[in-house]
């Protein structure tokens, strides 16, 4: 969004950033709060963040300053397999519980790739559940992205990981904010100064998953760029397995070494 925001000039010129990055609670000085003209936040942060609460840092803002929040946007039709779980990153529910198990990697492979997927989940109240959540989200911003997702995602790929979403995306939000701030859009040529975001990792889509959405993409030969490789879906899950096999917690550094040993 700082990348987005200074291809403006009327922006650039008129504002300095500070950016602070609240997962991992980043203190911001208390004298920059006060002294700011301008507070862009995304609305998520309650009272176990204490200093970094959004409201309490909203209470300290001068008289004349504004705060202007933008979505954190999650998007799990694409991985509705996707868990919460901590400990390792891009989890998957279903390859997790097979992990549980008994079983060689081949026969993990096996039931992960060939499992008929929506005979054990409910991917529509999955995905349902998850629009109503961005629609509350959307509600707390001047941000209108929902229903340009619902309109879009089947053609082309708008997300890298459930929280990453691509550059049209970052763009409405870019766009928006400085309609709000009354400074102009930002135009084509601009635009092209804007280099793809979290370009080296796409999160791999189940083809079943793709399959049941009707996308246009994520079929089974589709490939993806993880950390310096380009994998199929099934490719990206036997690293999964392995890494998990072998009691690696750290699964992109992983994906990374497996990459620079394959080339």
């Known amino acids: 969004m700082e990348e987005l925001l200074l291809l403006s000039e009327e922006f650039s010129s008129g504002y300095e950033i500070h950016r602070y990055t609240n997962y991992t609670r980043e203190s911001i000085p208390t004298g920059l709060i006060a002294n700011c003209d301008l507070f862009l936040y995304q609305p998520l942060l309650g009272e176990a963040w204490g200093e970094l609460e959004s409201e309490k840092i909203i209470g300290q803002l001068n008289d004349k300053a504004r705060a202007l929040p933008f979505p954190s946007m999650l998007f799990l039709h694409y991985w ?51 629009i109503k959540t961005e629609r509350k989200k959307e509600a707390r911003t001047p ?24 550059a049209e995306l970052l763009i409405i939000i870019a766009q928006t904010i400085l309609k709000e701030l009354g400074l102009s859009r930002l135009s084509e040529h601009d635009l092209k100064k804007f280099p793809p975001p979290f370009a080296d990792f796409e999160q791999p889509i189940h083809p079943q998953i793709a399959e049941f959405l009707g996308l246009e993409f994520g079929g ?24 998990r096999k072998n009691g690696i917690t750290d699964f992109i550094s992983f994906l990374m070494a497996a990459a620079r040993m394959n080339k």
């Open 143 to 166: 941000v209108k992205y929902v229903d340009w997702i619902l309109d879009n995602y089947k053609q082309k790929p708008l997300f890298n990981t459930i929280n990453h979403p691509r």
């Open 220 to 243: 089974p030969q589709q490939l993806y760029h993880v950390y310096g490789a380009e994998l199929t879906f099934e490719e990206y899950a036997m690293r999964y397995i392995k890494c």
């Open 80 to 130: 509705p397999l996707w868990s919460r779980e901590p400990g390792f990153d891009y989890r998957d529910t279903f390859l997790d519980s097979l992990l549980k198990r008994e079983l060689s990697e081949s026969q993990i492979m096996h039931l992960f790739m060939k499992t008929k997927l929506t005979n054990i989940y409910d991917f529509n109240e999955i995905m349902d559940r998850s």
